[in-house]
């Protein structure tokens, strides 16, 4: 029994725009005190229209372009109507049969292109907020209608995703996208790029009907585990010969585990309806165009660019542009350089090996993002310069580099008041000196033949090409222990 993974992904998407999809309010979910960025719309009450949000449209628009869809001339909002505590008019404004986007792709680094199906535009719930009373024990929730109405974007991807990596590559690279055209923060700890996946198995290349939704993955580790153990869960039960029950299930993050939530029988009847209270949206093909035109650099030709311009290879470049904010830090940290044409692609690549692994460890051990790093762009220059006029080493660079990202001083500060610029490390010195011997066998016979004084001339040397910044006593040191121990 051949058993093949079969993948589909639905992405939510918040836009980031000033005010909410079909209100004035304040569309930010990430502050404020609960309940104070509404209005009747978001509030549902009745009597009150919707008015839609022309930014949320450029927003999904734009999306829909990098994401190579159609963009529909003639679209209009559906009602999808079911009852739940977070859903301010017991049913969403949402897009049913035409969305405003379809078809389209997105590619692998592999060059496979992973099918989009559809990109829509809908509004967010309230949020409910579960506490259990102090005094009775019993569980109750809160609403907080600031959620309400914040426009969202579905991105809904074709099943035809075959693996964990491949889905999780596939999150990185639509992130990085809604991040790129600057409609989306892109935040999936703090819910604004959510993630449902869809998945079955094949069987002896047979598509089955019997698909389970994953729910609850709030990183992109989480829908790496998820579907890594559905895939082996699912596989274990069809080869016992029983059947998969379709049904929702829920990511256990701390157990690693899915569990089911709840069967597809009970899935709501959305009996959706177009939205009486907005009219048909008709997006003009100019206006398309016009948006086309203004798109910004996305991160498939910032790679390209940077492997052209820069002589980077494929995996530092597709590192750099994974995140905007680290591609920006990498083009800042250069552009203090001097322009782009005069910058050595070895000056390149080593500010691009110090924001992908030392820069990327110490932020991630410190749970910080690369925009609120300790450590300048113009900061990591100036500390690179050091290391190539020779100042210090690059091994003494790394304790240098801790000490500027935890205290936030600048290298030159450092290095000045620590007295770094003499080479004191001894490995660096090392290195130096035994150039300085295998250069200058003269020296050495003659300190072998017992002449005490080409001691003086080879620490002399060692000291020319440092520049004069070794330490001379342990330059001394260090020449007298590799000459002994060279005999
Ligand atoms: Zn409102």
Redesign the pocket.
């Known amino acids: 029994m051949l058993l093949e993974p079969v993948i589909g992904l639905e992405v939510h998407v918040q836009l980031l725009t000033r005010t909410?999809m079909?209100?004035?309010?304040v569309s930010d979910s990430s502050g404020g005190e609960p309940n104070t960025?509404?209005?009747?719309?978001?509030?549902g009450l009745p009597g009150v229209l919707p008015v839609v949000n022309k930014r949320a449209v450029q927003f999904t628009v734009m999306t829909g372009l990098a994401l190579n869809s159609t963009i529909a001339s003639d679209t209009k909002f559906d009602r999808k109507n079911y009852p739940y505590p977070d859903l301010m008019k017991g049913y969403q404004i949402s897009q049913f049969d035409i969305p405003i986007a379809s078809g389209g792709w997105l590619e692998l680094d592999s060059g496979n292109r992973l099918g989009i199906t559809r990109v829509h535009m809908e509004e967010d719930t309230a949020r409910l907020i579960h506490r259990v009373d102090d005094a009775t024990g019993k569980g109750f929730s809160l609403v907080d209608v600031n959620r309400?109405?914040i426009p969202l974007m579905e991105i809904v991807g074709d099943p035809d995703i075959s693996s964990a990596d491949d889905a999780r590559e596939y999150l990185t690279k639509l992130r990085s996208i809604v991040q790129y055209l600057g409609v989306s923060t892109g935040n999936m700890e703090e819910g604004s790029f959510r993630c449902d996946a869809n998945i079955s198995l094949k069987i002896d290349g047979q598509m089955s009907d019997q698909r389970v939704e994953v729910k609850n993955m709030n990183s992109f580790r989480a829908v790496h585990g998820a579907l890594e153990y559905e895939i082996q869960r699912q596989t274990e039960v069809l080869e016992k010969g029983q059947r998969i029950v379709q049904e929702t299930r829920g990511w256990i993050e701390d157990q690693g585990i899915t569990v089911s939530q709840r069967s597809k029988e009970e899935a709501h009847d959305y009996r959706y309806f177009p939205e009486p209270d907005l009219p048909p949206l008709v997006v003009d093909p100019i206006w398309v165009e016009d948006i086309r035109s203004k798109l910004p650099e996305l991160p498939e030709n910032r790679r390209k660019r940077f492997q052209e311009e820069y002589d980077l290879s494929e995996y530092d470049a597709n590192q750099l542009v994974a995140t905007k904010a680290s591609a920006d830090f990498f083009e800042d940290s250069l552009s203090t350089r001097g322009d782009k044409q005069s910058i050595e692609s070895a000056i390149a690549k080593s500010t691009a090996n110090w924001i992908n692994t030392d820069l990327a460890h110490l932020l991630n051990d410190a749970g910080v993002n690369i925009e609120n790093s300790p450590i300048s762009p113009a900061s990591l220059s100036e500390m690179l310069a050091f290391i190539e006029d020779g100042t210090i080493s690059s091994k003494m660079a790394k304790d240098l580099f801790e000490e500027m990202f935890h205290t936030e001083k600048g290298a030159k500060v450092i290095i000045e008041a620590k007295g770094l610029n003499q080479i004191s490390d001894d490995d660096a010195l090392a290195e130096f000196v035994s150039g300085v011997i295998a250069e200058n066998s003269k020296a050495v016979d003659d300190y072998r033949n017992g002449k005490e004084t080409a001691v003086k001339f080879l620490v002399g040397q060692v000291m020319r090409v440092t520049r004069g910044q070794a330490n001379p006593q342990k330059a001394t040191e260090a020449v007298l222990s590799q000459l002994d121990r060279d005999v």
Request: charged fraction near 15%.
């Open positions: 909410k079909f209100c004035a309010c960025r509404v209005c009747p719309v978001c509030l309400s109405g």
